[in-house]
């Protein structure tokens, strides 16, 4: 399966803990966007990356919120001091301009991380 | 006024009926225009794109009309597989690479 993956698929924690997804894009894609959704919602953009640099920043991302692409492959977002606020869905995609025709804004999603704050 | 607003139903159809979604968007300078699908508990995947002069996929027939800042997705023939929530999605506020999603419109094809 080369699509995007996220891991874990499932994650329950306590108020006040921490955690960290990973996301792995499509293997030739240089952009990797992160989103969350909760219910009755369409997915609320975060951040992006294109290769290791993070371009853009949501509003929504507040300080307890950090992503990183280091080697401009796999990324991480973490949430510190999580907050029941914070349980949704948290999508990753990405995207390529590599061939002609094609454009950043045609995204591929992961399967996201499903976030309970208990 | 919300940058992407849709209708979000539910729709509910027979099979075999033809269904028009509706979506406007605040933004006039955006560039880029989707239509997503997202089956329930699943990520989003891109139905189609939208361009100017409208376009067509098999049952499915987008259009744009960037003067009234509205975009359409009708479907013909419905089947119980396109039971789902389709979100309008235009490039965002913050910028044109990003993406900004409505909230979706629910159809369910019954049979």
């Known amino acids: 399966d080369t699509g995007v993956s996220q891991d874990p698929r499932h994650k329950i924690t306590k108020r006040g803990q921490n955690v960290t997804f990973r996301c792995d894009p499509i293997?030739?894609?240089?952009?990797l966007y992160w989103y969350r959704q909760t219910l009755g919602q369409g997915p609320e953009f975060l951040t992006y990356?294109?290769?290791?640099?993070?371009?853009?920043k949501s509003r929504l991302l507040s300080d307890r919120f950090s992503a990183e692409r280091p080697k401009g492959s796999f990324s991480t977002l973490e949430i510190q001091r999580t907050e029941q606020g914070d349980s949704a869905m948290y999508l990753c995609?990405?995207?390529?301009?590599?061939?002609?025709?094609?454009?950043?804004?045609?995204?591929?999603f992961g399967p996201g991380t499903r976030l309970t704050v208990l | 006024r919300k940058e992407v607003e849709q209708d979000p139903g539910p729709f509910n159809v027979p099979e075999g009926a033809t269904v028009a979604f509706n979506c406007t968007y605040s933004?006039?300078?955006?560039?880029?225009f989707f239509w997503y699908r997202q089956d329930c508990r699943k990520e989003p995947k891109l139905l189609m794109s939208?361009?100017?002069s409208g376009n067509e996929d098999g049952r499915f027939t987008a259009q744009l009309n960037r003067a009234s800042q509205y975009i359409s997705l009708l479907i013909r023939d419905s089947k119980l597989s396109d039971s789902a929530t389709y979100l309008c999605?235009?490039?965002?506020?913050?910028?044109?690479?990003?993406?900004?999603f409505g909230k979706g419109t629910m159809l369910l094809v019954s049979p």
């Open positions: 995609a990405s995207s390529s301009k590599s061939y002609a025709g094609s454009s950043y804004n045609e995204q591929f």
């Open positions: 933004n006039s300078a955006s560039q880029s």
């Open positions: 939208v361009y100017s």
């Open positions: 999605v235009v490039n965002g506020d913050s910028g044109y690479s990003t993406l900004t």
């Open positions: 990356f294109q290769n290791e640099a993070q371009l853009e």
């Open positions: 293997s030739e894609h240089n952009r």
